[in-house]
């Protein structure tokens, strides 16, 4: 797992000149702006799986992940709501305080510890190789070295397609949480030692299709299977022959600002009409009172032609809304102090009584349990 080689806030924030560093480096080819992305990003949120899933190496190790839970601002009142989500930010610095906490850049899922900053030292470590495909190879001999030839990846290359191959005999992982998690890190990694975004050609899942399916979409923005009898992630090989573009300097800019870094830099999603759609309710001041028809005029096409696009994401344009104003009032109750009334308004309800029904048809919860702690 990744950590950070020195203590950051429990509340980060991705300053201007991060995000436009960042948003440089997307390698989509309709890139947003950097505010967009960051505001974007600042409107998700994840499931409450992940929550969960992400302490069972706490657990293991006997620590109190109730207090940990207290501590990012994530009340214990959603853990037990399958539809519960959380903020983005909250996450973030539930994972970076796991890592402090358990010392463990594995979070605890392996016999196998990653010390803190051991990532950092992989990174060091190919900072300095002529190509991915060597700093791939040389990943791969550090943590063999490190875990003592039983590291949680392997690193292959099968005709013209790359292969990153999740040790699972290494992790005591329920939840698969480690695993996605390794595939996640890996994915991001890559792209930015060659500062490019890494379209994946397919990720394989040893496990059945979860609940919170929806997520992966975000995650790896790639064709899935599920059941296929190892976990891994496949793309072109002709990445593997890219120079590395970063030196020192960026290198600790990376570190510095771990898991941070690796979280923010999201998968490619080339021209998704639905990630386009989001990004117009963040653009505006009135995003939620944005309609389909306003939303397509700014895309330049009629709202069939978006309508139809939608549908090829099977998805419909209030679909979409209701996740931006979900997303959107899980950051305002966790992150500010505003009334309800405002949060309804700011999220496109007439009033309270219609927004709290449609909060509790989203999460399964009132929006004051999310502000119990």
Not at 40 to 47: A, D, I, K, M, W
Not at 119 to 128: E, L, W
Request: hydrophobic fraction near 40%; proline fraction near 4%.
């Amino acid at each position: 797992m990744q950590a950070l080689l020195k203590t950051i806030p429990l509340r980060p924030t991705l300053p201007a000149a991060d995000a436009r560093h960042w948003s440089m480096h997307s390698g989509t080819a309709a890139a947003a702006s950097a505010n967009d992305l960051a505001q974007e990003l600042h409107n998700r949120t994840v499931s409450i799986h992940y929550a969960r899933a992400s302490m069972y190496g706490a657990q293991r190790r006997g620590e109190d992940t109730d207090a940990l839970l207290t501590r990012v601002g994530i009340p214990l009142s959603v853990l037990a709501e399958p539809r519960a989500r959380i903020s983005f930010e909250s996450f973030e610095r539930l994972i970076h305080l796991l890592t402090q906490q358990l010392d463990d850049e594995m979070l605890g899922f392996s016999s196998n510890r990653s010390p803190y900053g051991s990532f950092g030292m992989s990174v060091h470590a190919v900072i300095s190789c002529g190509n991915l495909h060597h700093a791939l190879r040389r990943l791969q001999c550090f943590y063999d070295i490190l875990h003592r030839r039983n590291p949680y990846f392997r690193f292959q290359v099968e005709g013209g397609m790359a292969r990153i191959l999740v040790n699972e005999s290494a992790l005591h992982d329920p939840g698969h949480f480690a695993r996605e998690w390794i595939l996640i890190s890996m994915h991001r990694l890559a792209g930015w030692l060659i500062d490019q975004s890494i379209a994946l050609t397919e990720v394989r899942l040893s496990y059945a299709s979860p609940a919170h399916r929806k997520e992966y979409d975000c995650m790896f923005s790639a064709p899935l299977r599920f059941e296929a009898g190892e976990t891994s992630l496949r793309f072109p090989a002709f990445y593997l022959e890219l120079p590395i573009a970063q030196d020192e300097e960026n290198m600790r800019e990376f570190v510095d600002n771990l898991p941070h870094a690796i979280m923010w830099r999201a998968a490619p999603r080339g021209q998704r009409i639905s990630a386009q759609v989001r990004r117009l309710f963040n653009r505006s001041e009135e995003g939620q009172h944005l309609g389909l028809s306003d939303a397509a005029a700014r895309l330049a096409m009629s709202t069939h032609t978006l309508h139809r696009h939608l549908q090829q994401e099977n998805l419909t344009f209030l679909a979409v809304k209701d996740a931006w104003r979900r997303d959107r009032a899980i950051s305002l109750l966790t992150e500010t102090s505003l009334p309800l009334r405002e949060i309804a308004d700011r999220t496109g309800f007439s009033d309270a009584s219609a927004f709290l029904r449609a909060f509790k048809k989203w999460t399964g919860l009132l929006p004051s349990e999310y502000r119990s702690y």
